[in-house]
């Protein structure tokens, strides 16, 4: 643990730790022998909320640390297809997108960078050691119940160790098999959309006795990708079409659930995803000429087990096994025989263990132990076949007793790398601290105050230790401190107005040992050398409003305060300036409209001025954009014979209706005005 | 034969001087001035934001995006490479554009020169003038003749990767340093020889590993940069003759770029120390002795060094500066043999990487 430059985070940290400590004595002094009726309440609220099965989606307002659910009907009613799409209307929440459907997408939290955010599916982490970055493009919404985002502190602490390893955790939780009657549950859709778009998807789910369900899902996504925009150059404006941005890409999982009762709960997953795509590349003036394809064939296969043991103990372990392979080609004349090729090869063996202690009603201890092995086979000449054995210890402690939750936890990790040739990386050892906690002062009000701090690294990637000549086996690990503050505020009402909520944090995170590349004359180097300091604020605003005859309405909007300054160098002419990407001012609104016709949906985000390169200058400069998007979806139910129920449904969406031109990526594109349909059919 | 008479009118203009220093009517002389000094800024890679600027040594005027403001607007494009005045024009060799851009020189655009391969455009990376033509390499394994007057490009096959190219003087034919430089770690060890009128290749010299760029002290003799392979294979300076193509290698200097003056080479060697840290050192080097006489300028001094050139009119040395990140810097350092040099000026070139320096003399006559 290293907290030297971090004292003002330090005196934050021991002042949480005073409070978890100070209110945990207390407790135990105290026990529970003088309860009012309001405790008594809000201990049934806890209770409940522990006892509902692992369905039950966390209550943002709740948490001691920042975090942000998405849930299905959400999807439904927005019409949010993919997961960027879902992410994007997040507080917070930066999506570096390369424009398309094949473009890479990738998410970051509070200007921490791509790799301090962890994605996880289903409880497990999704990695790439390779680069660090998870292309979240290549996930799609048809079979996710729910997505939380949490920062600086995971949602529940049962959890492999994994997921204590990183500043945030995207979490995709996927939608389990319910069956109203029938034993049987097939669907299938078909979705038609702007630039040559076709994704048709088919599910399965099947009852076998009463103690096991499978379920099968399957989709084939295929578009030309070739969509027009604006390029401006000077005073003259012209009409191109972006190319070679096509993609073929076919996914498949299959799961297998157990219910064994006293045995426990068994899951078994495999997923397989093939792809082929163009990259487009960015738009180079007076030469459009793209030849660079990607080809992956990337699959896993998992196991969870569960049990409880005791009323006090609980006990999860999982096993997975991931592959992933890609081919990248670049056609030019300058390569022998006019074309390169590479292929890498990453693989993961990955096993965790989690114990859950509850020693009495209102407190959990938790300790995970995850062991893992990854691998990189590059075709480089002169690559060194990197192994990295991964050894993480999580052990966390939470309190909830209904006014006041806290939680903290410390993470061990331990690194070791073998190299097939050369030097590999020393052993790396960190303890990676953190402790939330959130308050409830007036004991009829929704109101809670809570502050959160953590201090946490990402490892350099294998990209960054070992890619020929650029990578630099001496490097550190990234260091990232997050301290947060904030207030939350619920409250339920009768009448035309349903509810409303509300969460407003300030933050401060400080990345130290950054890794950036740096260049010697025309030779690339990685090293530690950034330095980044992050001050902001998000707010999040929340209203349902039901009238009658069916009608609900939903709107909530978010809105974003980032001002992450590099302090590098202070000789820099970026000194202090805003890094890269990273407006200072961004939100979203989202409105859902819920009646006996029609689901309206309607999801604006705006995005303020930019910068494309690290120093805050006019050519630099990229301005602000505001893109809205509506969607128009029914659902019609046809009653069978006997059990059995029909539904179809049809959806249609309109992204980017006002054909805003923007990029994301400096000279990437995005699509302007495009229209999407997917009708659906379940029985 | 520009640098020739350069030569010629410098003496002249030192004799005259001499000779017509009294204010009296009368009095005759010639002066020549350097007036403008372009600086091409290559900018980062896929970020279009390739520029020129002007700097004015008589008045430390500095005009930034030239290019754009003599053109409406119009970007110069993506990773230009470099520029070359020739005659009352400038060619700029923009190489992710594939283009290379022919301006007045007032950066207005002429001529928008573009070339194919197999089947893509093809990207340019260095250009020499000679016998009325102006020639390029591409990085796609071309060598392109220019005509001056219709602009038409006449291309042939060189070996992979081409870099540096030289017109020589005296003996009228192309040298092209092949370089391989997208098969890392196996880079190309040799320049090939070329006819400059039907681009014929005419033969084959071997030198050290990885070629990149030639420099003339006077019109004979030619010198060869090479980077090595960044790993075991050092950085080499050497020397060719352009009337038997033979070949020999200065011991103990490992150049990056180079610089010529009338008197006098500036070498930036770019080197890592134990920490795998850049070093940057810049040496000033005796080309009638064949070596280093001592360092311009510190590191400290002049720190991230990217690119170097000599103003032999003024007895300037022009270093450019870049950290890849922010706009680039250029020192102007005076030099004289055998004196300590000073820097005189140091400005922000407007843009990123400032790759390439090029001059425009006025010549006074009174």
């Given at each position: 643990?290293?907290?030297?430059?971090?004292?003002?985070?330090?005196?934050?940290?021991?002042?949480?730790?005073?409070?978890?400590?100070?209110?945990?004595?207390?407790?135990?002094?105290?026990?529970?022998?003088?309860?009012?009726?309001?405790?008594?309440?809000?201990?049934?609220?806890?209770?409940?909320?522990?006892?509902?099965?692992?369905?039950?989606?966390?209550?943002?307002?709740?948490?001691?640390?920042?975090?942000?659910?998405?849930?299905?009907?959400?999807?439904?009613?927005?019409?949010?297809?993919?997961?960027?799409?879902?992410?994007?209307?997040?507080?917070?929440?930066?999506?570096?997108?390369?424009?398309?459907?094949?473009?890479?997408?990738?998410?970051?939290?509070?200007?921490?960078?791509?790799?301090?955010?962890?994605?996880?599916?289903?409880?497990?982490?999704?990695?790439?050691?390779?680069?660090?970055?998870?292309?979240?493009?290549?996930?799609?919404?048809?079979?996710?119940?729910?997505?939380?985002?949490?920062?600086?502190?995971?949602?529940?602490?049962?959890?492999?160790?994994?997921?204590?390893?990183?500043?945030?955790?995207?979490?995709?939780?996927?939608?389990?098999?319910?069956?109203?009657?029938?034993?049987?549950?097939?669907?299938?859709?078909?979705?038609?959309?702007?630039?040559?778009?076709?994704?048709?998807?088919?599910?399965?789910?099947?009852?076998?006795?009463?103690?096991?369900?499978?379920?099968?899902?399957?989709?084939?996504?295929?578009?030309?990708?070739?969509?027009?925009?604006?390029?401006?150059?000077?005073?003259?404006?012209?009409?191109?079409?972006?190319?070679?941005?096509?993609?073929?890409?076919?996914?498949?999982?299959?799961?297998?659930?157990?219910?064994?009762?006293?045995?426990?709960?068994?899951?078994?997953?495999?997923?397989?995803?093939?792809?082929?795509?163009?990259?487009?590349?960015?738009?180079?003036?007076?030469?459009?000429?793209?030849?660079?394809?990607?080809?992956?064939?990337?699959?896993?296969?998992?196991?969870?087990?569960?049990?409880?043991?005791?009323?006090?103990?609980?006990?999860?372990?999982?096993?997975?096994?991931?592959?992933?392979?890609?081919?990248?080609?670049?056609?030019?004349?300058?390569?022998?025989?006019?074309?390169?090729?590479?292929?890498?090869?990453?693989?993961?063996?990955?096993?965790?263990?989690?114990?859950?202690?509850?020693?009495?009603?209102?407190?959990?201890?938790?300790?995970?132990?995850?062991?893992?092995?990854?691998?990189?086979?590059?075709?480089?000449?002169?690559?060194?076949?990197?192994?990295?054995?991964?050894?993480?210890?999580?052990?966390?402690?939470?309190?909830?007793?209904?006014?006041?939750?806290?939680?903290?936890?410390?993470?061990?990790?331990?690194?070791?790398?073998?190299?097939?040739?050369?030097?590999?990386?020393?052993?790396?050892?960190?303890?990676?601290?953190?402790?939330?906690?959130?308050?409830?002062?007036?004991?009829?009000?929704?109101?809670?105050?809570?502050?959160?701090?953590?201090?946490?690294?990402?490892?350099?990637?294998?990209?960054?230790?070992?890619?020929?000549?650029?990578?630099?086996?001496?490097?550190?690990?990234?260091?990232?401190?997050?301290?947060n503050v904030g207030i939350t505020y619920r409250e339920a009402f009768e009448g035309v107005l349903d509810e409303i909520s509300?969460?407003?944090?300030?933050?401060?995170?400080?990345?130290?040992?950054?890794?950036?590349?740096?260049?010697?004359?025309?030779?690339?180097?990685?090293?530690?050398?950034?330095?980044?300091?992050?001050?902001?604020?998000?707010?999040?605003l929340g209203a349902s409003f039901s009238f009658g005859a069916g009608t609900r309405v939903k709107v909530q909007g978010n809105?974003?305060?980032?001002?992450?300054?590099?302090?590098?160098?202070?000789?820099?002419?970026?000194?202090?300036?805003?890094?890269?990407?990273?407006?200072?001012?961004?939100?979203?609104?989202?409105?859902?409209?819920?009646?006996?016709?029609?689901?309206?949906?309607?999801?604006?985000?705006?995005?303020?001025?930019?910068?494309?390169?690290?120093?805050?200058?006019?050519?630099?400069?990229?301005?602000?954009?505001?893109?809205?998007?509506?969607?128009?979806?029914?659902?019609?139910?046809?009653?069978?014979?006997?059990?059995?129920?029909?539904?179809?449904?049809?959806?249609?969406?309109?992204?980017?209706?006002?054909?805003?031109?923007?990029?994301?990526?400096?000279?990437?594109?995005?699509?302007?005005?495009?229209?999407?349909?997917?009708?659906?059919?379940?029985? | 034969?520009?640098?020739?008479?350069?030569?010629?009118?410098?003496?002249?203009?030192?004799?005259?001087?001499?000779?017509?220093?009294?204010?009296?009517?009368?009095?005759?002389?010639?002066?020549?001035?350097?007036?403008?000094?372009?600086?091409?800024?290559?900018?980062?890679?896929?970020?279009?934001?390739?520029?020129?600027?002007?700097?004015?040594?008589?008045?430390?005027?500095?005009?930034?995006?030239?290019?754009?403001?003599?053109?409406?607007?119009?970007?110069?494009?993506?990773?230009?490479?470099?520029?070359?005045?020739?005659?009352?024009?400038?060619?700029?060799?923009?190489?992710?554009?594939?283009?290379?851009?022919?301006?007045?020189?007032?950066?207005?655009?002429?001529?928008?020169?573009?070339?194919?391969?197999?089947?893509?455009?093809?990207?340019?990376?260095?250009?020499?003038?000679?016998?009325?033509?102006?020639?390029?390499?591409?990085?796609?394994?071309?060598?392109?003749?220019?005509?001056?007057?219709?602009?038409?490009?006449?291309?042939?096959?060189?070996?992979?990767?081409?870099?540096?190219?030289?017109?020589?003087?005296?003996?009228?034919?192309?040298?092209?340093?092949?370089?391989?430089?997208?098969?890392?770690?196996?880079?190309?060890?040799?320049?090939?020889?070329?006819?400059?009128?039907?681009?014929?290749?005419?033969?084959?010299?071997?030198?050290?590993?990885?070629?990149?760029?030639?420099?003339?002290?006077?019109?004979?003799?030619?010198?060869?940069?090479?980077?090595?392979?960044?790993?075991?294979?050092?950085?080499?300076?050497?020397?060719?003759?352009?009337?038997?193509?033979?070949?020999?290698?200065?011991?103990?200097?490992?150049?990056?770029?180079?610089?010529?003056?009338?008197?006098?080479?500036?070498?930036?060697?770019?080197?890592?120390?134990?920490?795998?840290?850049?070093?940057?050192?810049?040496?000033?080097?005796?080309?009638?002795?064949?070596?280093?006489?001592?360092?311009?300028?510190?590191?400290?001094?002049?720190?991230?060094?990217?690119?170097?050139?000599?103003?032999?009119?003024?007895?300037?040395?022009?270093?450019?500066?870049?950290?890849?990140?922010?706009?680039?810097?250029?020192?102007?350092?005076?030099?004289?043999?055998?004196?300590?040099?000073?820097?005189?000026?140091?400005?922000?070139?407007?843009?990123?990487?400032?790759?390439?320096?090029?001059?425009?003399?006025?010549?006074?006559?009174?």
């Amino acid at each position: 643990m290293q907290f030297k430059d971090l004292s003002g985070v330090r005196i934050g940290a021991f002042c949480l730790l005073y409070v978890f400590i100070h209110v945990f004595c207390t407790v135990d002094a105290n026990g529970q022998n003088v309860v009012s009726v309001q405790q008594k309440e809000e201990m049934a609220d806890t209770l409940a909320s522990a006892v509902v099965t692992a369905k039950a989606a966390p209550s943002p307002t709740r948490q001691s640390a920042p975090l942000q659910v998405m849930q299905q009907k959400d999807f439904a009613a927005l019409g949010v297809k993919e997961l960027h799409e879902a992410v994007k209307t997040f507080s917070g929440v930066q999506i570096k997108d390369y424009g398309g459907i094949g473009g890479v997408k990738t998410v970051s939290v509070r200007s921490l960078g791509t790799q301090h955010t962890a994605i996880s599916y289903d409880g497990v982490t999704v990695s790439n050691a390779q680069s660090g970055q998870v292309d979240i493009g290549r996930f799609n919404l048809e079979n996710v119940e729910m997505i939380t985002l949490s920062i600086g502190q995971v949602e529940d602490i049962f959890q492999t160790a994994r997921m204590y390893a990183s500043a945030g955790v995207l979490n995709i939780r996927t939608t389990r098999p319910q069956f109203n009657g029938s034993n049987t549950n097939i669907g299938a859709s078909m979705r038609v959309a702007s630039f040559g778009t076709y994704n048709p998807a088919a599910y399965w789910q099947q009852k076998l006795g009463k103690k096991w369900v499978v379920a099968v899902n399957a989709d084939w996504l295929k578009s030309d990708g070739e969509y027009p925009y604006t390029l401006k150059n000077g005073s003259t404006s012209t009409r191109e079409k972006r190319f070679n941005s096509d993609v073929n890409t076919i996914r498949a999982e299959a799961n297998l659930y157990g219910s064994l009762r006293s045995g426990g709960e068994l899951t078994f997953k495999g997923n397989w995803m093939s792809s082929q795509r163009g990259l487009p590349g960015s738009v180079i003036y007076y030469n459009q000429d793209a030849r660079e394809r990607l080809w992956d064939e990337a699959g896993f296969v998992q196991g969870q087990y569960s049990k409880r043991l005791s009323d006090k103990m609980e006990l999860k372990g999982q096993l997975k096994y991931n592959y992933a392979w890609n081919k990248y080609m670049d056609e030019d004349e300058s390569y022998h025989g006019g074309v390169r090729t590479d292929y890498f090869t990453q693989k993961e063996i990955y096993g965790s263990i989690s114990a859950k202690y509850t020693p009495a009603t209102h407190l959990g201890i938790v300790l995970s132990q995850d062991i893992f092995r990854n691998t990189l086979d590059a075709s480089y000449v002169n690559f060194v076949y990197p192994e990295r054995f991964t050894s993480l210890t999580a052990l966390a402690a939470r309190y909830d007793n209904g006014r006041i939750n806290a939680t903290a936890s410390l993470l061990s990790t331990y690194i070791t790398e073998e190299l097939r040739s050369g030097a590999a990386a020393p052993d790396r050892f960190r303890l990676s601290p953190s402790v939330s906690v959130s308050y409830k002062p007036f004991a009829g009000k929704n109101l809670r105050i809570r502050a959160s701090w953590q201090d946490i690294f990402r490892t350099p990637t294998f990209n960054d230790l070992y890619y020929e000549r650029v990578g630099n086996s001496a490097l550190k690990p990234e260091k990232a401190g997050q301290v947060n503050v904030g207030i939350t505020y619920r409250e339920a009402f009768e009448g035309v107005l349903d509810e409303i909520s509300l969460q407003a944090d300030a933050f401060y995170n400080k990345v130290e040992d950054k890794i950036v590349a740096l260049p010697t004359l025309f030779v690339w180097r990685m090293y530690n050398v950034g330095e980044v300091e992050i001050e902001g604020a998000d707010i999040n605003l929340g209203a349902s409003f039901s009238f009658g005859a069916g009608t609900r309405v939903k709107v909530q909007g978010n809105y974003s305060y980032q001002k992450a300054i590099d302090i590098t160098d202070p000789k820099g002419k970026n000194y202090k300036h805003q890094i890269p990407y990273t407006p200072l001012h961004s939100g979203n609104v989202t409105v859902s409209i819920l009646n006996r016709w029609a689901n309206l949906g309607y999801v604006m985000s705006v995005t303020g001025d930019r910068y494309a390169l690290s120093q805050n200058i006019r050519s630099n400069l990229m301005p602000g954009y505001m893109e809205h998007s509506v969607s128009v979806g029914k659902e019609f139910g046809i009653h069978g014979s006997g059990d059995r129920n029909f539904s179809w449904g049809i959806q249609v969406e309109c992204q980017n209706i006002t054909d805003e031109q923007y990029d994301v990526i400096q000279y990437y594109p995005m699509p302007g005005r495009s229209l999407r349909v997917t009708l659906k059919f379940e029985m | 034969m520009r640098r020739n008479l350069l030569n010629a009118l410098c003496i002249m203009l030192v004799l005259m001087g001499a000779a017509s220093c009294s204010e009296d009517d009368g009095d005759y002389g010639i002066s020549i001035v350097t007036k403008d000094v372009y600086i091409l800024n290559s900018g980062m890679m896929d970020s279009n934001n390739s520029e020129l600027t002007v700097y004015n040594p008589s008045t430390d005027e500095v005009a930034t995006n030239v290019f754009s403001l003599a053109n409406g607007g119009r970007k110069l494009g993506d990773t230009a490479n470099d520029m070359i005045r020739y005659g009352s024009k400038l060619y700029i060799a923009v190489t992710g554009s594939a283009v290379v851009f022919v301006t007045d020189l007032d950066g207005k655009v002429i001529e928008e020169i573009k070339a194919k391969g197999e089947s893509a455009n093809l990207s340019p990376r260095h250009m020499t003038a000679g016998n009325g033509k102006v020639f390029v390499t591409y990085q796609e394994g071309y060598v392109g003749a220019i005509d001056t007057a219709s602009f038409n490009v006449k291309t042939a096959k060189t070996g992979p990767f081409p870099e540096g190219i030289i017109f020589t003087k005296l003996t009228k034919k192309l040298y092209v340093a092949i370089t391989d430089g997208n098969n890392y770690p196996n880079f190309a060890n040799r320049v090939e020889v070329f006819s400059t009128g039907s681009l014929e290749k005419i033969g084959e010299i071997e030198t050290a590993c990885n070629p990149q760029t030639f420099h003339y002290c006077g019109d004979e003799k030619i010198y060869l940069v090479c980077w090595g392979d960044y790993g075991a294979e050092p950085a080499r300076l050497q020397i060719i003759d352009q009337f038997t193509d033979a070949v020999t290698t200065v011991e103990g200097v490992a150049p990056t770029c180079m610089a010529v003056s009338n008197t006098r080479a500036y070498i930036l060697s770019s080197e890592y120390d134990e920490n795998w840290n850049p070093k940057v050192k810049y040496y000033i080097y005796n080309f009638m002795k064949d070596e280093i006489e001592g360092e311009l300028v510190s590191e400290e001094e002049v720190p991230d060094g990217y690119s170097i050139f000599a103003d032999d009119v003024e007895g300037y040395v022009y270093i450019g500066t870049s950290d890849y990140v922010n706009n680039g810097d250029m020192y102007v350092i005076s030099h004289y043999p055998n004196k300590p040099a000073e820097i005189i000026e140091k400005f922000d070139t407007g843009a990123i990487n400032p790759i390439k320096v090029c001059f425009n003399r006025n010549i006074n006559l009174w």
